[in-house]
């Protein structure tokens, strides 16, 4: 995947800022370029094989474990890759949310955590070998990306466990990671806690905006702006003092964590005037709509308010 696409100007920037920090192990994977952000951290950015918005996988190297923050399109040895970062310790992985950019490399581990409300998506709609049909032409080859079949991963199952809100995951010697449910971009959205390193890991919680759509037939309400303000509200009153930086799954790395109150103000425009946005755009399934509040904002549709 030759050419890089960025969001917007500004996300262009900062990653030609920090390109040459990045190390790729081609002889491992070349599909993700390995950056540090943080001491005992590993942020993994994978080219988006639809031609959209990158994606980043942050792995958390503790004491005596490991924890891997979402897995992904499927492409290229990403367990591999983990192995040659942390060697043999124990790992646990971990699904933000039901998303397909995601999740489609939990196909390379045996066992995934993720929210209960994320399981149907996942295993109604992903559990099947012909999930990477829809980014290949008829010849095996990328649609958007240069990329061909061999470059994805096995299909193969895996077993997934539920956390949720006042789970942990103990990575030994007393560095604990504690799981919250933030609903809204995804009904299964849960963000990483690691107040050791005062950093929020939220994969496609928080990115420069982040997409409300309203779509799910499973739990329709948790993907809502409302939604979306609780979780952000539950973490201004109960996590605020305890993190400094946002890692999330998407553009720019690390956020800071006054982000949140911006992205609540945002939330809260919106559901005060329905019509309060800067911006809309025919995606071909409807309008969407932008609102800004400094540098967080949301994007949503009609479907966004809930029934």
């Known amino acids: 995947m ?11 920037k900062w990653f030609e800022g920090v390109e040459d920090q990045g190390v790729i192990y081609p002889e491992v994977d ?12 590993y942020s993994l950015y994978e080219e988006n094989v639809t031609g959209g918005s990158a994606m ?15 897995t992904g399109a499927g492409i290229g040895d ?35 955590w993720c929210h209960p ?46 956390c949720g809100e006042g789970d942990s995951f103990d990575l030994g010697d007393g560095y604990t990671l504690e799981v919250i449910y933030t609903p809204g971009h ?25 997409v409300i759509s309203g779509v799910n037939k499973y ?33 720019i790395v690390p956020l800071d964590a006054s982000y949140i109150r911006d992205e609540i103000q945002a939330c809260r425009d919106v559901l005060a005037d329905h019509g309060c946005y800067e911006a809309s755009w025919d995606t071909g399934n409807g309008l969407m709509y932008r609102h800004m509040v400094g540098e967080a904002g949301i994007r949503f549709t009609d479907r966004s308010f809930g029934e």
């Open 2 to 12: 030759k050419t890089r696409v960025f969001y917007n100007e500004k996300m262009k």
């Open 30 to 41: 070349p599909f993700h370029t390995v950056f540090r952000f943080a001491d005992n951290v």
């Open 56 to 70: 980043w996988m942050h792995l958390i190297d503790g004491p005596e474990k490991a924890l891997l923050v979402d």
């Open 78 to 112: 990403l367990k591999g890759l983990v192995r040659k970062l942390i060697g043999d310790k124990e790992l646990y992985v971990v699904n933000t949310h039901e998303h397909w950019d995601h999740v489609f490399g939990n196909y390379q581990f045996d066992r995934v």
């Open 117 to 162: 409300y994320a399981v149907p998506w996942i295993t109604d709609n992903y559990m099947r070998p012909d999930v990477w049909d829809r980014f290949l032409d008829e010849n095996g080859r990328g649609l958007k990306r240069d990329f061909v079949r061999e470059d994805f991963i096995k299909f193969r199952n895996y077993a997934l466990f539920v």
């Open 186 to 210: 995804a009904s299964g959205g849960i963000s990483v806690l690691d107040p050791q390193s005062r950093i929020l890991f939220t994969g496609g919680m928080h990115s420069d905006n982040t």
């Open 219 to 251: 739990y329709p309400n948790e993907c809502t702006i409302d939604a979306f303000l609780r979780g952000l509200e539950r973490l201004e009153s109960g996590y605020s003092g305890r993190f400094d930086r946002i890692f999330a799954g998407h553009e």
